[in-house]
């Protein structure tokens, strides 16, 4: 088993800056890629960015694509998302995942097998 930990989360202003921690604990050693979705009241679970465990493959989504950042630290078993220029849009519940699967970097959240409780950003316009 794997539990994930997010932080970071809290009130920002549109512009603003914001950073979040993942944290990972367990079976560290079988997660693969770690990915971040992110879930808006009344809106299904969208994809936001993912980063497989070498950190040579990366994706992000469309909305976040040139202001947020995705990386990792494998030696501290956390993965991070630095959200910049952020907008009102960008409020939502923010959720860490990691797949176990060695082969593939996916956008998907049903390809993720553990998952964080979610850390709420809420931006203020």
């Known amino acids: 088993q794997v539990q994930l930990v997010e932080s970071g989360g809290g009130l920002v202003q549109t512009g603003g800056s914001l950073r979040l921690s993942c944290a990972a604990s367990?079976?560290?050693?079988?997660?693969?890629?770690m990915g971040w979705f992110r879930q808006a009241p009344g809106k299904e679970r969208e994809f936001v960015a993912t980063i497989n465990r070498s950190g040579a493959n990366i994706y992000y989504g469309d909305s976040v694509q040139g202001r947020f950042t995705i990386s990792r630290d494998n030696a501290k078993n956390t993965v991070y998302l630095q959200m910049n220029m952020v907008k009102p849009e960008d409020t939502a519940v923010y959720y860490c995942?990691?797949?176990?699967?060695?082969?593939?970097?996916?956008?998907?959240?049903?390809?993720?097998?553990?998952w964080g409780q979610g850390t709420q950003v809420t931006v203020s316009s």
């Open positions: 367990g079976r560290t050693a079988s997660t693969e890629a």
């Open positions: 995942a990691a797949d176990t699967i060695p082969w593939r970097t996916s956008i998907i959240p049903y390809n993720y097998d553990y």
